[in-house]
């Protein structure tokens, strides 16, 4: 299973600069070539793999078990939080998120600036699993509940 039948977008998440926390929402428009309308790295000169950052529930819950953290909503610094998704394998591949198209880039490895955010144990259960680079190649809006695609 790369996306199981019952993917879904958990939740999305943006900050309006670096450094600042980041706000949740309920929706958002993912422009093509930029980003997530309100993210600090929405720009026409924003890199492809810098466009968009995905992590899966399943490891930010087997993180925080291994870290004994309780999980605060946002605290992987990643875009959008994904269930039923095996995000590794989609390096390379493009994929629905909502209305939009996006293409995995690489994967999303935890920095030095998470490890600061939270505990080093949980940033350190992340390694491998720290989540998904994307290019956005459609524009599109996504809302927490729509569905992710092959």
Avoid: W, Y
């Amino acid at each position: 299973m790369t996306i199981g039948s019952d993917a879904v977008i958990v939740s999305i998440h943006v900050s309006e600069a670096r450094g600042r926390p980041l706000l949740a929402l309920t929706s958002a428009e993912l422009v093509q070539g930029q980003g997530i309308v309100s993210d600090k790295r929405c720009s026409p000169q924003t890199r492809a793999k810098n466009q968009l950052t995905l992590i899966e529930e399943e490891a930010l819950l087997a993180a925080a078990a291994a870290a004994d953290l309780k999980l605060e909503p946002g605290c992987s610094r990643r875009n959008l939080v994904t269930r039923h998704v095996a995000l590794n394998h989609l390096v390379g591949r493009r994929f629905a998120v909502g209305e939009a198209i996006v293409l995995g880039i690489e994967l999303c490895e935890p920095c030095g600036h998470l490890g600061k955010c939270t505990a080093d144990p949980f940033s350190k259960a992340l390694v491998h699993r720290g989540g998904l680079r994307c290019e956005i190649v459609q524009s599109g809006r996504c809302r927490v509940g729509d569905a992710i695609r092959p």
